[in-house]
Nanobody, 124 residues
């Protein structure tokens, strides 16, 4: 069974940067869709960024120009580079993978494999 393990979360000042990693236990190229999601306290989980197997990326409006999703296929790792952080980015961040989706979106029901999450806390 494939496993995803996030790391790289922590505390940052507003305006700072963090890079999240998601280690995938098998060949990452076998997934059609990879994504990052987050859940802030008291709020529903929301999608942040999605990457398809062709390299096409999609970001929610609030992170466009600040976050970058990418992969290192040789290391079977998904990344989320976050910069210009704001307190609104404080959340638990999850990576997720979908193997057979023809089209990739931020719809959480499409993603069958999830990591346990890594906490990001941004202070002003």
């Amino acid at each position: 069974q494939v496993r995803l393990a996030e790391s790289g979360g922590g505390s940052a000042q507003a305006g700072g940067s963090l890079r999240l990693s998601c280690a995938v236990s098998e060949y990452i190229g076998g997934f059609n869709c990879l994504g990052w999601f987050r859940q802030a306290p008291g709020k529903e989980r929301e999608w942040v960024a999605v990457l398809d197997r062709f390299g096409t990326t999609t970001y929610r409006d609030s992170v466009k120009g600040r976050f970058t999703i990418s992969t290192d296929n040789a290391e079977n790792t998904l990344y989320l580079q976050m910069s210009s952080l704001t307190t609104e980015d404080t959340a638990m961040y999850y990576c997720a993978a979908a193997r057979y989706r023809a089209m990739c979106s931020g719809y959480q029901g499409d993603y069958k494999t999830w990591g346990q999450g890594t906490q990001v806390t941004v202070s002003s």
